[in-house]
């Protein structure tokens, strides 16, 4: 405990404030959780989700990783996803990056790192996909600011491709995903107008439909006579 000794007497006066500004707030936030809003955001120490939206303990559920990725193989994320919408019934889903993440500018270069060279892998796939429009910001760190922009608009749409948002819209549940980014040396929140609150703002590939209850049945039926 010695070596957290600055963390823990940090907690019991930040505890004793809330408590003398409002003695019922912990009993109260004890009870249940109800937040609107889920945050998916970057592990960077230096966007702090709740401060910088202005929002209390209990008002936004938040997940984050490195380079705020989303993508079908993450059980971690999908599973927050899941709570968050099936559970918690948010209203809306913040994709949230910041200019000059290290997650995204690692991506940029052919490095070898360790582990996370599988993990940046899905954030190449987006430069990869917007190389031509890449190549014409000159400038690295407008290349890299482009890019933290682009990867937060291609991960909202991962979102609205997952099993879990779909079925809420065929439901006629009202949730829309959002993506913004962030300024360190501002403190600002840039909106990048991209927003989806229905499938039909997906392209036609990517909207699901509730499967039939023997479609499986029928394929495997189709590969054993084959």
């Given amino acids: 405990m010695k070596h957290l000794k600055k963390l823990y007497e940090n907690n019991i006066k930040w505890a004793d404030r809330i408590n003398q500004e409002k003695p019922t707030f912990f009993s109260d936030l004890s009870k249940q959780q109800s937040p609107d809003y889920l945050w998916i955001g970057c592990s960077d120490s230096r966007v702090a989700s709740e401060q910088l939206v202005?929002?209390?303990?209990?008002?936004?559920?938040?997940?984050?990783n490195i380079a705020n990725v989303v993508v079908p193989t993450d059980l971690n994320c999908l599973s927050v996803i899941q709570y968050a919408v099936e559970i918690l019934k948010v209203k809306h889903i913040i994709v949230c990056g910041h200019y000059?993440?290290?997650?995204?500018?690692?991506?940029?270069?052919?490095?070898?790192l360790g582990l996370i060279d599988n993990w940046l892998c899905h954030i190449k796939n987006v430069h990869q996909k917007y190389q031509h429009?890449?190549?014409?910001?000159?400038?690295?760190?407008?290349?890299?600011?482009?890019?933290?922009e682009l990867n937060v608009i291609?991960?909202?749409?991962?979102?609205?491709?997952?099993?879990?948002?779909?079925?809420?819209?065929?439901?006629?549940?009202?949730?829309?995903?959002?993506g913004c980014i962030y300024t360190l040396e501002t403190g600002i929140l840039k909106d990048l107008n991209v927003?989806?609150?229905q499938v039909q703002d997906?392209?036609?590939?990517?909207?699901?439909?509730?499967?039939?209850?023997n479609v499986y049945k029928s394929n495997i039926t189709v590969m054993e006579t084959s």
């Fill in 54 to 64: 202005g929002l209390q303990p209990g008002e936004l559920f938040v997940h984050r």
């Fill in 100 to 112: 000059g993440c290290g997650g995204v500018l690692a991506s940029m270069q052919s490095i070898e």
């Fill in 133 to 148: 429009e890449l190549q014409e910001y000159s400038d690295e760190t407008e290349r890299l600011d482009r890019l933290c």
């Fill in 154 to 178: 291609e991960q909202v749409k991962n979102i609205c491709h997952t099993t879990m948002v779909q079925r809420a819209w065929r439901n006629n549940k009202e949730i829309s995903v959002h």
């Fill in 195 to 197: 927003r989806y609150s």
């Fill in 202 to 213: 997906l392209n036609a590939i990517f909207q699901l439909r509730k499967a039939k209850k």
